[in-house]
């Protein structure tokens, strides 16, 4: 006669993760409309683990009430979501000290010397639609993405900085010397990139973060781009 083994795991799916999958969620949206800063997460993380530890501690030699495993459900809970957005913010919102988003102005832009390796293949990009040939914000643009290795700011006696990160630049009118793998020199307007214009439009300020791509380099004229 063969041998039966107790498998541990039934084959109907067990609800005994859902909570713990929902307070995930709950500290991914959190974490990502910045409810709640970073260092509270760790303090409520924290927090939590302590007190499921007391809780076990105190109810160690003595019969455990009813609402026991609710108390620690709930507790684990708190702490896998706390987890989960503290992990998020790390992946999302956390960036070295010397990348290039670290060197824009929020809500504006700014004068700005930037050398770098263009890492996609540049191509030519155009609006289109009745204002298209009539504005220069529609005009055709060389677009491509740029890995910086060095920054150039405006302030005074501030040689140039290394920096890392990516960017997306635009050169308008187009510049059709580019290539990918150039090392290139850019006097341009540095700035983040924006979200959406109009309420309803694709908001992609989750989508460039996501990327690593939240810096827009605009390149006013093709004179301004140096192939070093």
């Not at 929902?22 to 409309?33: C, E, P």
């Not at 609006?127 to 220069?136: P, T, V």
Request: glycine share 8%; with cysteine; proline share 7%.
């Amino acid at each position: 006669m063969s041998k039966r083994y107790n498998i541990p795991f039934s084959s109907k799916p067990l609800p005994y993760l859902l909570p713990v999958a929902v307070a995930v969620i709950v500290g991914i949206l959190v974490a990502r409309k910045e409810l709640v800063t970073p260092a509270a997460m760790i303090a409520i993380a924290v927090g939590a683990v302590v007190l499921l530890g007391l809780f076990f501690l105190c109810y160690r030699h003595k019969k455990r009430p009813g609402y026991f495993s609710y108390i620690v459900w709930a507790l684990l809970c708190i702490s896998w979501g706390s987890v989960a957005g503290i992990r998020y913010h790390q992946v999302y919102y956390r960036y070295p000290h010397n990348h290039i988003v670290q060197y824009c102005r929020p809500l504006e832009s700014s004068l700005a010397s930037v050398r770098g390796v263009i890492v996609t293949e540049p191509y030519i990009g155009k609006s289109q639609g009745f204002f298209a040939n009539f504005d220069r914000i529609h005009q055709a643009r060389s677009v491509f993405v740029l890995r910086c290795d060095e920054v150039l700011t405006n302030l005074p006696e501030v040689p140039w900085q290394k920096v890392t990160g990516l960017a997306q630049v635009n050169v308008s009118p187009p510049y059709l010397k580019l290539k990918q793998g150039q090392r290139v020199q850019l006097d341009c307007w540095m700035s983040l990139r924006g979200g959406s214009n109009n309420p309803g439009e694709f908001d992609g300020t989750d989508y460039y973060r996501g990327k690593r791509n939240l810096v827009m380099l605009r390149v006013k004229h093709p004179e301004s781009v140096t192939i070093l």
